[in-house]
């Protein structure tokens, strides 16, 4: 491949451009901070370099030539889009007329926390390409360190050195039950009570199974799985067919779910799980990414955290 040959004339053309639209020297200084000798030496650089004369000098007088006139009609484009690069590259960065949008999202989150914001970025933004990727918390965040998405969403115990976190709603814990178990029966359901009966749970990996067994083991309470399930869909299908016990967020739970299994809340015992943006830490967002995220947190600007 040729590499391209670079200008080193950019001074030279910009003063031989504005002094051919002012007409003379002394303004052109003016407008270019330079002091008129500096502009007329600028010039002859470039005249020497080119061979030829741009102006013909009569006293004070300046007559533009054939070639100064060939010379601007090539020049002045070039010198102009370089002034204005910094607009150019601003106006093209924040243009949402196109582009593609990369998100990572456990299925839950995917269910039950986003239809709402993407809906009205995809209505907002139609030509920005969206593409969603299902995963696990863990695969999401290499996902994310890898720069193979532009940002997951997730719950997030604990945040390493080279990611940040910023949360923008939150969730209650809850037990959920088939209908008549019975731990409905109860007025009051403790770690101890719950522990007695096999639990549904997702996959180990899951941040949820880590803040179980520290909530558990902090109050010296044992507990058994009865089955380990990938999906909060399939947990609750496992739950209400009698299969096990599953301890979820209020994120989850639907109008429907409520008729069909007994809902307990453990606020007392677990602490409401917080949902955020994760990116790699350093990352320049991009337009689509930075207008995403802020729809996310307008969503749930309501919601306490």
Known sequence: MKH??????????????????????????????????????????????????LFERRGPKLIKTTEGEILYNIAIPLVQGLDHIRDEFKSQYDDLS???????????????????????????????RLKLSNVTGRSGRELVLADEVDFSVSSMLDVPDNLEYSPFVSYSPILITPLNHP??????????????????LPPSNYSSWRLLKMVFGLNGVNFHVAVEAGGWEVIKSYVE??????????????????SKMAIIPLDEYFPSRKYGVVIRKGKRLSSPAQRFIKILHESFENTDL
């Not at 910009?14 to 002012?22: L, M, P, V």
């Not at 731990?183 to 549904?200: A, E, P, R, S």
């Not at 067919?241 to 409520?258: N, Q, R």
């Open 4 to 53: 391209i040959k670079t200008c080193n004339f950019l001074k030279e053309l910009r003063a031989f451009c504005i002094t051919y639209q002012e007409g003379n020297m002394s303004k052109a200084s003016e407008i270019l901070f330079a002091s008129q000798p500096t502009i007329s030496l600028q010039i002859q650089k470039l005249e020497s370099e080119l061979g030829v004369k």
């Open 98 to 128: 196109s582009g593609e949008l990369t998100i990572a999202a456990e299925e839950s989150t995917l269910l039950y926390t986003l239809p709402k914001p993407i809906s009205t970025f995809v209505e907002q933004y139609p030509s920005i």
């Open 183 to 200: 731990l409905t029966k109860l007025k009051h359901v403790t770690l101890q009570d719950i522990g007695q009966y096999g639990l549904v």
């Open 241 to 258: 067919i009698g299969l096990g016990i599953s301890i979820v967020t209020h994120l989850c739970i639907t109008e429907e779910d409520k």
